[in-house]
């Protein structure tokens, strides 16, 4: 069963930093791309950014570029999201999503770690 378990979410003052962690299971990790989406308050969700399987090729949303960073540790079977300067815009559930074979958006979402910035 594939199972990814975020964590890391908590209520930060604009300008702070975060990191959040998917810690993964049930599937060869290193064999997909995985990504970070997110999902404020009365929005749609959103990607983030996201990280190949093969290259560690990575990919971000124009709001996010500079101040957020993905990583994986394949070792640990973990994502990772870096997140700086975080202003009260990046306020959002934060879900990581495992893609499908070749980028497929047919994968396996987690559930959601919570990341609230006061102002």
């Known amino acids: 069963e594939v199972q990814l378990q975020a964590s890391g979410g908590g209520l930060v003052q604009a300008g702070g930093s975060l990191r959040l962690s998917c810690a993964a299971s049930?599937?060869?990790?290193?064999?997909?791309?995985i990504g970070w989406f997110r999902q404020a308050p009365g929005k749609e969700r959103e990607g983030v950014s996201c990280?190949?399987?093969?290259?560690?090729?990575?990919y971000y949303a124009d709001s996010v570029k500079g101040r957020f960073t993905i990583s994986r540790d394949n070792a640990k079977n973990t994502l990772y999201l870096q997140m700086n300067s975080l202003k009260s815009e990046d306020t959002a559930v934060y879900y990581c999503?495992?893609?499908?074979?070749?980028?497929?958006?047919?994968?396996?979402w987690g559930q959601g770690t919570l990341v609230t910035v006061s102002s």
């Open positions: 999503f495992r893609y499908g074979s070749a980028w497929s958006q047919f994968g396996y």
């Open positions: 990280i190949s399987s093969s290259d560690g090729s990575t």
């Open positions: 049930g599937f060869t990790f290193d064999d997909y791309a």
